[in-house]
Structure formats: C-alpha cells, structure tokens
C-alpha cells in the first residue's frame, strides 16, 4: 500500500495586508499509509475525529480554519521519507525524526542531521575544523568503502575525520538506512573496511567539500553502489551554505 504525506494548514491572519492566509509552516505534517488517497484521508479525519477540507476558494478562506493536504509518495523520494525515520544527532547522539521537530513548534532546528540548533552549530564548526586539519594535511581526507564479504556488495563514503572513526559510527549507531539495516541485521564478521583513496587535492582546487564529494560520488559511480550495493543516493551537487573555500578555512 502506498504511503501518503499529509499536512494540515492552519488559516492566519496576514501581517501584511490583513487578510486571511495559510499559515507555514503547517500545523501538523504526517505519514499515512493506505489504499488510496480517499482512504487516506478517512484515516486522518477519523484520528481528529473530525472533516477538513482539501480545497478552500480564496473568496472562502474565512469560513475554514484548516486546510488538509494530501500526495502520495514515491517510494525513491528519499527527502519526505527521511524526515520519518529515527535519525542519530550527528553531533550527541541523540536520537529523533525530524518530523517530529518539523511538528513542534518551539524546534530551533528543523534539518535531518543535528537535534537541535545547538548540535548543529558546534557540528558545522567541528566540520569546519576536521577539513582545515586536512586541507593542512594532518589528517587525509579518505574514500573508504565497507564491503559484505559474503555479496560482494558495497557502501562508498566519504570522512575527513579519523577514517576508523567513520566505520566505527556505522557499527555503532546504526540509523535506519538500506546499509544499516543490513550492519544490524548481518554479523560483523561479514563485513570489511577499507580506503580506496586518499583525496590528494589538486594544485588548483579552491574547494576542497566539493572535490572530495566529487571523488565519492565517482567510486559511487565506479562501484555501482547504489544499484547493487548499499548506497542509497547519489551525493549530488552540494548547497552553497556548504562551500568552503580554501581561502576562508
Ligand atoms: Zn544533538
């Protein structure tokens, strides 16, 4: 059965123009599954014990206090998904769905990879820190993949920290992606860890978080480990918050 993304809106009051609005973000975002998209929505209304409409006129939204959007997901959209399943704080520990912070209104952060704003600012620093250590060349940053000896299957990442460190975190705090669903479920006595490359960044770089992604994603590529082994997506190009030059670290 097919899972549905369900939000539902609350009406504000504009404090622009006075007049009536959605408010974003939505009150309350969810998952459900069911067979179809009418029977999504009897399982939504019957938990709030109550109707909400999936279409409001403009010239009606003064009659309507919600408003209940309905799609259904595809199963490769990996960005709604994410948002569902238990997540490791990348910084504590800690663990939480981001949903969850998307619904809760006093959230200070609303990403998938740190708890809080807290966690997100001393994790961005402490990145910062690891790729000026390898951009400096104390510690290299590595491709390394971990591979199912019993499958041949594979797992491509990429880390500037202490590259045992990294496996040590897969094994560790498994999350509930394709290849730690397979660490948990497989002993570890199956599995081996290696580098398959030491980034050695050319002359000319001026950026070294892209490189190294460019790097990964062509092992990726090389090792098709997102079709036959346990990668779940192409690193794709990254967001300019995320460029670092190697003038400003
Ligand atoms: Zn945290």
Known sequence: M?????????????????ESEWAFPPAFSGLVTAADRKKAKEIIEEEYGREFPVRVLKKDLDE??????????????????RRFRETQCKECGAKFRPIDKYNDPYSDN????????RCATAGKARDIRDLKLVVEGK??????????????RVYVGQTTQPFTLRWWQHVT????????EI???TPITDFDFSVIEVIVFPENCTDAVRYITDRERFWIEEKNAVTLG????????????????????
């Open 230 to 249: 346990f990668n779940t997506v192409r690193p794709t190009g990254i967001s300019p918050q995320q460029i670092l030059s190697l003038d400003t670290i």
């Open 173 to 180: 705090y498994p999350g509930e992606s394709k290849f730690h």
């Open 64 to 81: 309507h206090h919600y408003l209940l959007r309905i799609s259904e997901i595809d199963p490769s959209d990996e960005y709604i998904l």
């Open 183 to 185: 660490i948990k479920s």
């Open 139 to 152: 510690v290299p940053a590595v491709i390394y993949q971990v591979r199912q000896i019993s499958t041949g």
């Open 2 to 18: 097919p899972d549905y993304y369900y939000q539902i809106k609350a009406r504000k009051t504009s404090e622009y123009d006075g």
């Open 110 to 117: 609303s990403g998938a990879d740190y708890c809080t704003a």
